[in-house]
């Protein structure tokens, strides 16, 4: 996946690119977009070497994006299964299906957070910066 945003700030060797939110985006929902955000912000890779202000090309891994489709979505629905199944083979009520599987998916995401936190400084993982598409001349002539 491919977006173009701008930098807002340096952080080392990552830079932080606000991404204008599309059109397309105001009907799914699926993604980082708080429900009334323009935009939002990524951490990216700054192997390049971009300053504030930038216009720049950011990517995302196709691996890590189906990873993180795996991890997000199909493992909890899997858990909710787990939870249904449990319930049938020991022949409860359904109300302990939602009991198991909120707790399932509680547990999950907690794991998950601890998963987000080890990839995000991983290679790969993290979205990185393939292009400068233009640089901020107005800027650095205000510095110099």
Sequence with gaps: MREI???TEIDGKSAIVRVDKKDE???CGMC?????ANYVDFPAENS??????DLVEIETDKDAKLLGAILVFLIPLILIG?????TYLFKISELWTLIFSVI?????????????KRLKNKSGFCPRIVSILNTDIQGEKENE
């Design 104 to 116: 399932f998916i509680i547990l999950w995401y907690t794991i998950l957070a601890v998963i987000d």
């Design 82 to 86: 787990l939870s249904a199944l449990l």
């Design 5 to 7: 945003g701008r930098v």
């Design 32 to 36: 980082l977009f708080p429900k009334n």
């Design 25 to 27: 985006c105001s009907k």
């Design 48 to 53: 390049l070497k971009a300053k504030v202000n």
